[in-house]
């Protein structure tokens, strides 16, 4: 397991605050990104979005947006439903990627790549942020297999 911590900031009517969440998975993610981004997008979405329903009893987001330097585009706010690809073909390994989502509340949420953390960092701050686990059986959304 390695553990890595996910930047979000989220902003409501001018307030914003950052809120990182630390994960571990059975991923090294820095391998993941330069074999297959699309893989490694769907792992940010879908550690910021298990987070997310830890925390609040609605899970709806409105708008979805994937930006990078150069580009920007837009995801079916519903993406795990409908199956969607990610076109990566414009991308490279070493582009910056963050997310955008906008929840039904109006709340939107700047997802950046998550970092990897040490294992001693990981054990003094652990108690005092959001921390959750990344298991075979959530991955198993993404379809390709780990």
Not at 31 to 58: P, V
Request: hydrophobic fraction near 40%; charged fraction near 25%.
């Amino acid at each position: 397991m390695q553990s890595y911590i996910l930047p979000v900031e989220n902003s409501y009517g001018g307030d914003s605050w950052k809120m990182p969440i630390v994960f571990s998975a059975p991923l090294d993610l820095s391998e993941i990104k330069k074999k297959d981004i699309g893989k490694f997008i769907k792992i940010m979405l879908l550690t910021f979005q298990k987070a997310y329903r830890e925390n609040t009893s609605s899970c709806t987001f409105i708008s979805i947006g994937l930006h990078t330097l150069e580009t920007n585009s837009k995801l079916q706010p519903d993406f795990w439903n409908y199956g969607q690809a990610i076109a990566t073909e414009h991308l490279e390994y070493n582009e910056r990627i963050e997310l955008s989502l906008i929840d039904e509340h109006n709340v939107s949420f700047e997802v950046k790549e998550p970092k990897e953390i040490e294992s001693n960092l990981l054990s003094s701050i652990a108690e005092h942020v959001h921390f959750i686990q990344i298991t075979a059986q959530d991955l198993s959304i993404i379809e390709d297999d780990f």
